[in-house]
């Protein structure tokens, strides 16, 4: 292990960070070498900054081992989270909606067939539980909101993103088999409603339904969760026509008028 000290630890990192800041401006994924020429730095030393970068999770390659910036970053600022339009817009939905229920609220992101947290909010007067945090990814497998983004995702994403990451088994109703994922994801794009119980931890549920754009497009999923205990039948109806309601205004806000029809 390399031991960095004083100027060589500040010039690593002033160097890592201008990686971050040009692959976060770029629209592109670069190579090692582009990467070099722009920064004027030894290739051998952007090879070592982007394993750190990549192992840490800031950045990611592609199939041409180009790399580029990943929604990881969004971890790094409130400020960025709050220029991002759809966030703007569905936010008011989800404050009517989690002072509804009574609970928190979630909006999620596609981010590589899973889903991405980029917003929480809890109802008026209430403290928020730190659970789950802006920036956790939820698997396809074993959560709602990952359900719902594999759902709208493509035969072939999902099928490489599961050749990747695999279908990792967290409790006994976890399901780990393809076929009965795809089954399951067909159900989810049928009703407009995913639901996980106890798959990812016993007695702990959860509901989410899709936000779709003006195009018709996976936009972002708003979904919440239900402890041990708070999950009967009537609960179960109560939160998934509240949930679908709330992603419905929320379509329609970006634009999207077809949800019952989709």
Partial sequence: MISLEGADMNNTLQNGMSIMEFLSGSTEAHSVKELSDRMKLPKSHICRLLK??????????????????????????????????????????????????????????????????????????????LGLDIGSINPINYTAGGKVCAAYSSPKELEAHVKKYGLRKMTDKTITDLSKLKIELEKVRKEKVAVMDSERTPGVAAIASPVFDCNGALAAVIGTMLPEGEHTEKDWNKYKKSIYDAAESASYALGYALYKMK
């Fill in 52 to 129: 750190t970068l990549k192992d840490i999770g800031y950045v990611e390659q592609n199939d041409d081992r180009k790399y580029f910036i990943s929604l990881k970053i969004l971890c790094l600022s409130n400020g960025c989270l709050r220029r991002m339009g759809t966030r703007t817009r569905v936010r008011p939905f989800l404050y009517k909606l989690a002072n509804e229920l009574g609970r928190e609220i979630y909006l999620q992101i596609p981010h590589d067939c899973q889903s991405m947290v980029v917003d929480v909010v809890s109802p008026e007067g209430v403290k928020r539980d």
